[in-house]
């Protein structure tokens, strides 16, 4: 590409690019998010590609690999353009028969289209379907629209628009107000407002300064930020640049997690082509405005999604954070000023831009506003990545868009924000989804994650699954989180191994809250509340497990025994030929037996049992 | 000159130069906040979080470790409040734990009305305050040692666990320790840290051992001055 | 080995601010945090000995001892362990006869947990060399132990 010298010069190339795209020209878009490609869809793009070679159809079909569209449940995913017709779990097989059948003659294929599984109707168009129709795609929705490794895409969509208005004649303190009007707040955790922290960077003395994008998404369970960075990487390098602009920062970094091999991949490939049409770089479009990036891969520690932790393993030491009397945004990188934000919160950065702070202001609630995308996983029908706008009820989210929990099983809690936030019950299900109201019901925002849990989830279980991971992920530093995680999480592991004593819920409260007091970090200061939000909402599970050595929900293995059902055995002689220590046993069409003694609960035969003859008690 | 600030500690009144910590300008006036990580010759560390105390700034009260926080005008700090004492007694019984023996903490524990800890007894010796890490990083300038492991298995370690090949064998681990963890001894000539032996250089005038090799070797070579330098002792220059 | 750390080191142009993605580079090269490459980051870039100690025992991405032939990483994030993953990782314990975070004295495998993949909606998912398997149950473990030589039960029919 060639390199553009003013901002005038890259609107005409958008103008161009825009012009020589016929919105006519049938389009074949395979979602290639990490999820799909599990799912094999880089065989089917392949596949597109070569029947497209084949049948002598290049220049007359387009075949687009983009990234994720966020219904991972379905996949893979394949959009039909300009029908927008919407075909999931796609063979790796099926584009033959979609080129010819769709593409060329217009036919629909019935076995590829979506089943509303409450109306049973075949549904055609992406954005007919209940999962999408009740969501708000602001920041991610642009994803099916582009190749991510592609730059014109972009352009194509109006991309960069946002930062050509802010270099035509936008003054650095009018972008941070329009930001702080908009009301943005940070999506990573602790949704501190963006407009004050870029105003706070500016004003800090010394020189230079920087500006950090996290994108260390560590919460397991969440995936938007990836998802983000994989699918339309040039718009976080869009609200990066303008907010360097208005920080006066010439340098940034992005700090991404290395398991995520694909974003890493998008991402450079992203600066590199920036870098040649000179949107990084020297006096960017003329303007003087000097900023390039930097793409640090993380090491894997959960910690490092801490500000300073972040900033200490960028430094090259471990992550290790200090105590936050002296915000970043004055002392961070190198002790120069520094604004961190991560990855959603800088994707919204154009969109304010382009339609203004009074029209972002107006989707949310009073001290909420904008969307906020949420990884919907666990026990749900729809899995996947869904933006709704702030204020939108937990009900709707989990049971419109999320289409219910799955096999008929009762809805328990979902969990939000996170191994720092807590598990909602039942009676909160018409809860606003905003920051505060997370907050007030002793949950938080967090990241986005929404873990929805059924009958069959043990609560208790899941505060020590919580701990388990936070005791393995604490730095080690101060003392409360170091050692009272580690002091919790022996007494949870007693409590599910039956051996809990009843002073052990007063001694975990009264942890609980000297560990929030008394920690350095956001780690430790939140680290209890997936105990304290469950002890509060679920205290009869762990009674039951304390008081009458019982898993209400079976899973607990110590609290638990698999036994055969002689009504529904058959005989069937599955569950013994998988039993690892030969626990089960019986002759062929006769009742099999569990041999208590030599049980060790791996689970095996409950999982293999066609006839639903193994129960746990 | 540094800038005068006035703020009020537990209720008494107290001027201090702008710049120093809750903890300094405490102990200043006499007032007394226990604390096991804070060196005044290291920077300012708070892992220990045993000198937590809880401050009004406005409206809000929170907690802060009085060994980073400075001093500021109409500051209100106080050191006793339930909520602080609370996080103290979690510490002490979460590194008694660690180590139920060393006076220095039965001593914060009694202070604390906290008899013993109510959680299993690992007895690790070391509560891991990092002060002989910081002091090989930041006062002697060599890093011998540093940590291993994150969170609970956290440790003080010599690379790879072997003999620290930077050690200067000063021994300024050792002084530092609260806890007196690391332990060393001096026999023959040899200085034993850890369990890795040092060889002690004799003063070329009254024979004594007096100094680690290494260490003179170390002086040496930051100084530019021949080793012969330093191969006679204090004493005997 | 000299030469390939050097050239490693280069890439980052000295800068002591990319030691992790340096450390990164060298294990990729190695297969682990070598010793002796270890050594000679800390002399080209004067990084004590003791700092590089410690990010590779920090960081969960190294490894200071040498890896298995086949890497297995089981996602045990939040939405897979509702989906019943302890299980499956205990099986895999049991099977290869180490612990998570640990490599087969063989040399032949080495089996990781790793906190979330973010392909949620297939979870469980163990990744084998690079490879994702998802909605994995424990009779698929089996089966894909017992495809890379391991003895394993498995029921044929299923």
Known sequence: MKKVKTAQELKSLQEEIKNSRDPEKPCITICAGTGCLTYGSQKLVDNFRSEIEKQNLKGKVEVRASGCHGFCERGPLVVINPQNIFYQRVGLDDAEEIIKETVLNGQIIDRLLYVDPVTQEKILHEDEIPFYKRQMRLVFGMNGNIDPNSLEDYLAIGGYNALIKVLNGMEPEAIIEEIKTAGLRGRGGGGFSMGLKWEATRKAPGLPKYIICNADEGDPGAYMDRSLLEGNPYSILEGMLIGAYAIGSDTGYIYVRNEYPLAVKNITIAVEKARELGILGKDILGSGFDFDVLIVRGGGAFVCGEETALIASIEGRSGEPRAKYVFPSERGLYNKPTNINNVETWANVPLIINKGAEWYRSIGTENSKGTKIFALVGKINNTGLVEVPMGITLREIVYDIGGGIPKGRKFKAVQVGGPSGGCIPESHLDLQVDFDALSKVGSMMGSGGMIVMDDRTCMVDVALYFLKFLEEESCGKCTPCREGVHQMRLILERITEGNGKEEDLKTIEWMGKAIIDGSLCGLGGTAPNPVLSTLRYFRDEYEAHIKEKRCPAGVCKALITYTIDPELCTGCMVCAKICPVEAATGEKKEVHTIDQDKCIKCGACFESCKFDAVKVS | MAEMVSLTIDGLKIHAPAGTTILEAATDANIYIPHLCSNEELAPYGACRLCMVEITQGERARLVASCIFEVADGLEVKTNTERVLNVRRLVIELLLARNNKHPALRKIADELGVKETRFPIEQKGCILCGQCVRTCREVVGVSAIGFSGRGITRKVATPFMESPPDCIACGSCVYVCPVQFIPMKEENGVRTIMKYDYPMQKCRKCGQYFAPKKQLEYFSKITNLPLEHFETCVDCR | ?158
């Open chain 3, 1 to 158: 080995m000299k030469t390939r750390v050097k050239k490693i080191i280069d890439k980052y142009h000295n800068d002591k601010g990319f030691l992790v993605p340096i450390l990164q580079d060298v294990q990729k090269e190695y297969n682990y945090l070598n010793r002796e490459a270890l050594n000679l980051v800390s002399a080209f870039l004067e990084v004590p000995i003791s700092q590089l100690y410690e990010l590779g025992t920090f960081y969960k991405a190294f490894s200071l001892k040498p890896r298995g032939r086949h890497e297995m990483k089981l996602c045990t994030g939040t939405a897979c362990h509702v989906r019943g993953v302890p299980l499956m990782k205990d099986n895999i314990e049991r099977i290869l006869q180490i612990q998570a975070g640990e490599t087969t004295p063989d040399l032949e495998f080495t089996f990781e947990t790793v906190n979330c993949l973010g392909a949620c909606a297939l979870g469980p998912i163990l990744v084998v060399d690079g490879e994702y398997h998802g909605n994995l149950s424990i009779s698929k473990t089996n089966r894909i132990l017992k495809k890379l030589g391991k003895k394993v039960k498995i029921d044929e029919e299923s």
